[in-house]
């Protein structure tokens, strides 16, 4: 069993649509997560950022963390087609080493 | 403009040959970082450096050699005997390489075999 499990999608919604992206991981060590977005044939952008349990928001995204089920989520509001690409999710404990989710495929149809 | 470049974009690697990725950075991040990227799978680590002259294997180092002679530069080198060296490199740094400083990366280099 990996890590950190990651649905690879495709995910196609239409424009407007609320997305919601989802991690699940099993290292009880991790208290740092990433959500990075990559965009066909470039190195992966940091979205958002997050310590331990708990919400953040930053614009149309918010990044949702749920240590008791070791559960991460994205949320993107009011989605656009600009936002298609790949979502990885990255947690690390102490140690130095991102572990990284596969990757979810994200379409927004206009 | 700060950033991460990597050169060059794309790589051609043939038989029992060695090959450098570079990797270059203007943010003055002490701790530099080699992933790869294989289709369907998260990032793997091969090599990752805290600071200067120092650099530490990764989960899949072998068939790779690194090295961290100034601050800015962690050239990759793939190996002959890396036989599986196709895949998207990404070069990475951050600040510090405890656990709260995000990771940056650079646009990668796609290496295929000739």
């Known amino acids: 069993q990996k890590e950190v499990e990651q649905d690879p999608g495709p995910l196609s919604v239409p424009e407007g649509a609320i997305v919601s992206l989802n991690c699940t991981y099993s290292?009880?060590?991790?208290?740092?997560f990433m959500w990075y977005r990559q965009y066909s044939r470039k190195g992966p952008e940091l979205l958002m950022y997050t310590y331990s349990s708990g919400n953040k928001e930053d614009g149309r995204f918010t990044a949702q963390v749920d240590k008791s089920s070791k559960y991460i989520s994205l949320f993107i509001r009011d989605s656009q087609p600009s936002d298609s690409a790949t979502y990885l999710c990255a947690m690390r404990g102490s140690a130095r080493q991102l572990t990284f989710g596969s990757g979810t495929q994200l379409t927004v149809l206009p | 403009d700060g950033g991460i470049t990597q050169s060059p974009k794309y790589l051609f690697r043939k038989e029992g040959q060695n090959v450098t990725l570079s990797c270059e950075q203007n943010l003055n991040h002490d701790a530099m970082y080699w992933y790869r990227q294989d289709p369907g799978q998260g990032l793997r680590l091969i090599y990752y450096?805290?600071?200067?002259?120092?650099?530490q294997k990764g989960d899949i180092a072998e068939g790779y050699s690194v090295s961290r002679e100034k601050k800015e530069s962690f050239p990759l080198t793939v190996t002959s005997a890396q036989k599986n060296p196709t895949a998207f490199y990404l070069c990475?740094?951050?600040?510090?390489?405890?656990?709260?400083?995000?990771?940056?990366f650079g646009d990668g280099t796609r290496l295929s075999i000739l």
């Open positions: 990475a740094s951050s600040i510090m390489a405890s656990g709260n400083q995000p990771q940056h």
């Open positions: 290292n009880s060590a991790f208290q740092y």
């Open positions: 450096s805290q600071i200067v002259n120092d650099f």
